[in-house]
């Protein structure tokens, strides 16, 4: 039982340059999740998938797109990367949108934007 | 604008001694609150969480208090050992879906 895995745990990027940051998870959750976390702040919402078929924005959307691939796995692409996207990418998943069931995460792709 | 705040960047404790981990938030609206503890190159994991309805929540180790009147919580951790040493993220909801993340606190317990 791997819980939530994310692909590639590094990438350096070029601006202009694109990629497509991948997750998954084996909990047979509903609800999916992408963050980003920046030095010296909290986790901030880019998009969120209340369940396969359905995807909506969060807090910071600008610059990234996201497709709720099935089930199990919820990719985050950056079709132009700019300097300000370099973060820690983080991916969660709940088993719905309940606040009061648990958000799983998984350990990160650190990206560098050049 | 940061609804949730956690104004101490660090932390440090004796092992054996309380860690008492502050939070601050600013939207009356916020209803239910969470800590999450994250080592070194791992993703967050859930600690505990409390509702407004209650004042304290306790789970071994971690108790949680909440004032609502002031609005702040705090997180307790007696004793505190070294493998507590971790950021602690403080997160609260209005009920909805998201949850505000503070900062961070990062907590190291010296043997």
């Known amino acids: 039982n791997a819980g939530v895995t994310q692909t590639p745990k590094f990438q350096v990027l070029k601006t202009g340059q694109s990629m497509t940051l991948q997750c998954a998870q084996d909990m047979n959750h509903n609800s999916m999740y992408w963050y980003r976390q920046d030095p010296g702040m909290g986790l901030r919402l880019i998009y969120y998938?209340?369940?396969?078929?359905?995807?909506d924005k969060g807090e910071v959307p600008n610059g990234y797109n996201v497709s709720r691939l099935n089930k199990r796995e919820f990719s985050l692409r950056l079709e132009s990367a700019a300097p300000s996207q370099t973060s820690v990418y983080f991916c969660?998943?709940?088993?719905?949108?309940?606040?009061?069931?648990?958000?799983?995460f998984g350990p990160g792709t650190r990206l560098t934007v050049l | 604008d940061q609804q949730v705040k956690q104004n101490s960047p660090s932390l440090s404790v004796q092992e054996g001694r309380i860690s008492i981990l502050n939070c601050d938030y600013t939207n009356s609206m916020f209803d239910y609150f969470l800590w999450y503890k994250k080592y070194p190159a791992e993703g967050p994991t859930f600690l505990i969480s409390i509702s407004s309805i209650k004042d304290k929540n306790e789970d071994g180790r971690f108790t949680v208090f909440l004032n609502k009147s002031a609005k702040h919580l705090s997180l307790h951790i007696v004793p505190s050992q070294p493998g507590d040493s971790a950021v602690y993220f403080c997160?609260?909801?209005?009920?909805?879906?998201?949850?505000?993340f503070g900062k961070g606190t990062s907590l190291l317990v010296t043997p």
């Open positions: 969660a998943s709940s088993e719905n949108l309940d606040r009061n069931n648990e958000q799983f």
């Open positions: 998938s209340a369940s396969e078929g359905t995807t």
């Open positions: 997160a609260a909801s209005d009920g909805g879906y998201a949850l505000n």
